[in-house]
C-alpha cells in the first residue's frame, strides 16, 4: 500500500544500522509473535501499552500500523491503552503531522478522539487514551507490548494477551514546557519508526 510522499521521505532517512545488538534482542520477541501468526494466516493484533496511553503507546500504535502498510504484511491490527486513561498529548499529533500523517480531531472532547491517516485512502488509526483492556482493544490473541518501565512494572498480567513483550522507551514528557520539547518529541518518533521499520523488515512475507 503507498504511504504519503512525505511520510515516505521520512522513512528513506531512517538508518536501522543505528540500532543495537542488545535492542534487537529486546524486538525479537515482537518480530517472532508477527512471523507465527503470518506463517499461520491469523490477523496480527498487537496493543502498545504505555501509563497513561498519552505518548509512546500512540507512536508505537501508529508507527507499527504504519510500517505493516509499507511493507505490504496484511491482517495487522494496531492499538493503544494504558494503566488509566488521560489524553493524546497534543505535541504527539503534531510531531506525526510534521512528519507527514494527516491527523482530523473527529471528537472535540476532554479526551479527544483524533482519526490518523499514513494515505488518503487509508483506514483511519482511532487515536485517543483508554485503558489497555478497554472495549475498543482486543480481548484476546493479542501481543501486549509495554512501551514504559512503569506499567511494564505496574501490570504484571495483561488478561488476554497472547505474549507479553517489553519494549520500553524513554518518556519525552520530561522535556515538555522545556526549548528542547519538539526536538525531543521528533528523535522519540524517529527511534520507534526506526525500530518497528526494523520490526516488519524483518518479516518474511
Same mark, same amino acid.
Given at each position: ?32 509473535? #508477527?512471523? *507465527?501468526? &503470518?506463517?499461520?494466516?491469523?490477523? @496480527?493484533?498487537? !496493543? ?8 509512546? %503507546? ?47 480531531? #473527529?471528537? *472535540?472532547? &476532554?479526551?479527544?478522539?483524533?482519526? @490518523?491517516?499514513? !494515505? ?8 485517543? %487514551? ?70 516488519? %523488515?524483518?518479516?518474511?512475507?
Amino acid at each position: 500500500m503507498s504511504i504519503n510522499k512525505q511520510i515516505e521521505e521520512t522513512i528513506s532517512t531512517l538508518k536501522t544500522e543505528s540500532i543495537s545488538q542488545e535492542r534487537k534482542q529486546v524486538l525479537q520477541p515482537l518480530v517472532d509473535f #508477527i512471523q *507465527e501468526k &503470518k506463517t499461520a494466516k491469523k490477523t @496480527i493484533h498487537l !496493543n502498545f501499552i504505555c501509563t497513561h496511553n498519552s505518548r509512546r %503507546s500512540h507512536l508505537t500504535q501508529i508507527w507499527a500500523k504504519t510500517m505493516a502498510a509499507y511493507f505490504d504484511i496484511k491482517n495487522v491490527n494496531t492499538y493503544s491503552g494504558g494503566t488509566e486513561a488521560t489524553a493524546m498529548f497534543p505535541k504527539v499529533g503534531e510531531t506525526l503531522v510534521n512528519q507527514g500523517f494527516k491527523i482530523q480531531k #473527529i471528537a *472535540e472532547v &476532554k479526551n479527544p478522539i483524533y482519526a @490518523i491517516k499514513y !494515505n488518503d485512502n487509508s483506514q483511519p488509526i482511532i487515536g485517543f %487514551s483508554k485503558k489497555y483492556d478497554d472495549e475498543f482493544n482486543p480481548k484476546s490473541e493479542f501481543a501486549a507490548i509495554m512501551t514504559c518501565s512503569h506499567a511494564d512494572g505496574n501490570c504484571p498480567f495483561i488478561s488476554g494477551a497472547a505474549k507479553r513483550i517489553p519494549i520500553t522507551y524513554e518518556d519525552p514528557k520530561l522535556f515538555d514546557e522545556t526549548p528542547q520539547q519538539a526536538e525531543k518529541y521528533l528523535e522519540r518518533s524517529i527511534q520507534i519508526a526506526t525500530e518497528m521499520y526494523y520490526v516488519f %523488515s524483518t518479516i518474511n512475507k
